[in-house]
């Protein structure tokens, strides 16, 4: 199958598993934001492997939210397959998405490096173009 069907196909996915999370699921176990970031589909499309986001929520509730959208799995790909108009429906699995919580932790670091620089340094860092504008217009 081609790479740009599968990408329609992920993306469909996407946009039908993450409505169905956030309005038709009522499980108490479900807590904090949850956002689907992305869908890797096997080209045979037999399974579509299914990342998801929690924020808001610590790591004891991360995993029982987790849990409640994998048992949720038998009524979210019955949802699904009403909106696929393929002849199956792949077999969703759910992964916990790491990369966001990955990316505010390097964020926190590269931080600290520039408070550490400017602290050794002596005095306030240097102002770059992006962040005040008007300086563009000195020149």
Same mark, same amino acid.
């Given at each position: ?20 999370? #956030? =309005? ?13 970031? /992305?869908? #890797? ?7 579509? /492997? ?12 991360? =995993? ?8 949720? /799995?038998?009524?979210? #790909? ?33 931080? #600290? ?6 602290? /050794? ?10 962040? =005040?504008?008007?300086? =563009?217009?000195?020149?």
């Amino acid at each position: 199958m081609s790479a740009r069907r599968l990408e329609k196909i992920a993306k469909i996915i996407q946009t039908t598993v993450s409505e169905v999370i #956030q =309005n038709h699921l009522s499980d108490p176990r479900i807590t904090g934001l949850i956002s689907v970031t /992305r869908v #890797q589909v096997s080209p045979d499309l037999r399974l579509a /492997r299914v990342y998801l986001s929690l924020a808001g929520t610590d790591a004891k509730q991360e =995993n029982l939210t987790l849990q409640a959208v994998k048992h949720a /799995r038998g009524y979210i #790909q019955t949802r699904l397959a009403d909106t696929l108009t393929t002849r199956t429906c792949p077999r969703l699995d759910f992964q916990l998405d790491e990369s966001i919580k990955k990316g505010f932790a390097i964020t926190h670091i590269l931080d #600290q490096i520039a408070a550490e620089h400017t602290a /050794r340094e002596g005095g306030n860092p240097p102002e770059s173009s992006l962040e =005040n504008p008007e300086s =563009n217009d000195e020149r």
